[in-house]
């Protein structure tokens, strides 16, 4: 089942549960994968690695909306930001934890030759492509900055 017709499911079970909060976060990513499917030059069906892209940026969006709240001493919008993170969570991939990211780093970093923080761009960019989905940017980011300045 595509990662479209799961949500379309989904929505529908919430719809009769009642579930208003869980129906907004995936009426929110329905939304988005229309968007993909109708922008111009798309073939009108999304790749797996383009459906967990969408998916990431979507988490990234409400995580930075709910550090803003948190900042701003909105506890309530921060939890219904939380909860939307929560409910568009389940449709990624498993995420590694730390340790499993920094083995792969260290894989990427071995099979590059990369030295140092000069080769921070090369190794980024291959850790990215074999963590996609996996992980966020920032956390591959940190672990790479800190192996390299090793």
């Known amino acids: ?14 719809m009769l549960a009642r579930q208003k909060d869980e129906l907004k ?6 939304s988005m994968i229309l968007l993909a499917e109708t922008e111009k030059g798309s073939s ?3 790749t797996e690695d383009a459906e967990n892209k969408m998916l990431m940026k979507a988490v990234k969006q409400r995580r930075d909306s709910a550090q803003i709240y948190k900042e701003q001493g909105r506890e309530d919008l921060c939890a219904v930001e939380m909860e939307e993170v ?4 389940k449709y990624l991939p498993k995420q590694l ?4 990211v920094a083995e792969v780093v260290k894989g990427v970093i071995a099979q590059l030759g990369a030295s140092g923080p ?10 990215t492509k074999a963590l996609a989905g996996q992980s966020d940017g920032k956390t591959i980011s940190g672990i790479v900055r800190q192996l390299l300045t090793q």
Do not use: N, P, T
């Open 1 to 14: 089942m595509s990662l479209k017709q799961q949500i379309e499911s989904d929505i529908k079970k919430a």
């Open 25 to 30: 976060a995936l009426r929110a990513v329905k």
């Open 44 to 46: 009108g069906e999304l």
């Open 86 to 89: 929560a409910v568009i969570e």
């Open 97 to 100: 934890s730390l340790e499993e």
């Open 118 to 127: 000069q080769d921070m761009g090369k190794v980024m960019g291959a850790a």
